[in-house]
């Protein structure tokens, strides 16, 4: 019964490409939210979706960043033209239903995706 | 604006040493609060979960009482053992999606 999986572990890009994260959520569940963490900094959320929806965007920045959830396959956090203050640690976590209305607040969370920009 | 604020690490404890990690929160109402751990080279995990105010959750001898008059949730165990290595992060869950953390704080055990 496997977790949260995101690949890749280690992305390094170089300024101006673009970075791809991928989270396959816990079978089952169908809701994923990204949270961003840079250095000595606490874990920021980004977005919330579900599949084909993007429910609660208000973390993520305007312009680069985009996310999806398809109906089939991983769920997919797109980074464009990547700049040094992209680096960071992106955590993705997954819950059978919406964390606050579930009382029981059950994410799981991956291991986690550190990109690094050059 | 709402924030959760943890104490700074790292932390250095020998084994069988009493545990202690504040965490206090800026919010509005009483939101639920949680510990996380993360383990290294893996995701967070939930620890323990408080979901009103006075409520203590416990798990694994860790224990963290919802304290609304000091806006806390103060992590303690009362003999750490060198397993409990790892980072613990405070968090309290703004609204129905946003899940607040603090910035996490590193616990070195040392036998």
């Known amino acids: 019964n496997a977790g949260v999986m995101q690949n890749p572990r280690h992305l390094v890009r170089r300024r101006g490409q673009e970075a791809r994260l991928r989270c396959s959520p816990v079978k089952g569940h169908s809701h994923v939210y990204w949270y961003r963490q840079l250095p000595e900094e606490g874990l920021k959320f980004m977005v919330y979706l579900q599949k084909e929806n993007i429910i609660d965007e208000s973390g993520m920045p305007k312009e680069r960043f985009s996310a999806e959830f398809p109906k089939e396959g991983p769920s997919i956090l797109r980074i464009q033209q990547v700049v040094r203050g992209d680096s960071a640690a992106y955590f993705c976590?997954?819950?059978?239903?919406?964390?606050?209305?579930?009382?029981?607040?059950?994410?799981?969370f991956g291991a986690g995706s550190r990109l690094t920009v050059l | 604006g709402d924030s959760v604020t943890q104490m700074e690490g790292p932390v250095t404890l020998s084994e069988e040493a009493f545990l202690t990690i504040n965490c206090t929160y800026t919010?509005?109402?009483?939101?639920?609060l949680f510990w996380y751990v993360q383990y290294p080279g893996e995701g967070l995990q939930l620890l323990l979960k408080?979901?009103?105010?006075?409520d203590k959750g416990s798990n694994k001898g860790f224990e963290a009482t919802y304290r609304k008059e000091t806006t806390s949730f103060h992590l303690e165990k009362g003999s750490v053992q060198v397993s409990d290595s790892a980072v613990y992060f405070c968090?309290?869950?703004?609204?129905?999606?946003?899940?607040?953390f603090g910035a996490g704080t590193r616990l070195t055990v040392k036998p």
């Open positions: 968090a309290f869950l703004k609204g129905a999606n946003d899940m607040r």
């Open positions: 976590a997954s819950s059978p239903n919406q964390a606050g209305l579930s009382g029981a607040n059950v994410l799981t």
């Open positions: 408080a979901t009103k105010a006075d």
């Open positions: 919010a509005t109402g009483y939101p639920s």
